[in-house]
Nanobody
Framework: QVQLVESGGGLVQPGESLRLSCAAS?????????VAWYRQAPGKERAWVAT???????SYADSVKGRFRIDRDDHGNTAYLDMNNLSTEDMATYYC???????WGQGTQVAVCA
């Protein structure tokens, strides 16, 4: 079964940017499967952030629209989440997901502190 590994999380100040990566263990994974990012803040439920479909359609939660961008590379095995103008409300563990396969990564933490 394909595995996902997230990276790129860290500590930033409000207004700064981060790029998260999601690496799939199999080539072309994201050519055949929609990829999504979710996030979970402490004490809250996991929430959907963005989806990149196999047809290159992108959709976003209202809370991140205009600040985040989801993308994938030309080899179909790495997905990205570019996050701009981060605020403390964006602090969470971010997870990569293949919904059709029910596969999740282990998560990467994003902290935003002044």
């Amino acid at each position: 079964q394909v595995q996902l590994v997230e990276s790129g999380g860290g500590l930033v100040q409000p207004g700064e940017s981060l790029r998260l990566s999601c690496a799939a263990s199999s080539r072309n994974t994201f050519f055949f499967n929609d990829v999504a990012w979710y996030r979970q803040a402490p004490g809250k439920e996991r929430a959907w952030v963005a989806t990149h479909s196999v047809n290159r359609e992108r959709s976003y939660a209202d809370s991140v629209k205009g600040r985040f961008r989801i993308d994938r590379d030309d080899h179909g095995n790495t997905a990205y989440l570019d996050m701009n103008n981060l605020s403390t409300e964006d602090m969470a563990t971010y997870y990569c997901n293949l919904s059709q396969l029910g596969v999740w990564g282990q998560g990467t933490q994003v902290a935003v502190c002044a």
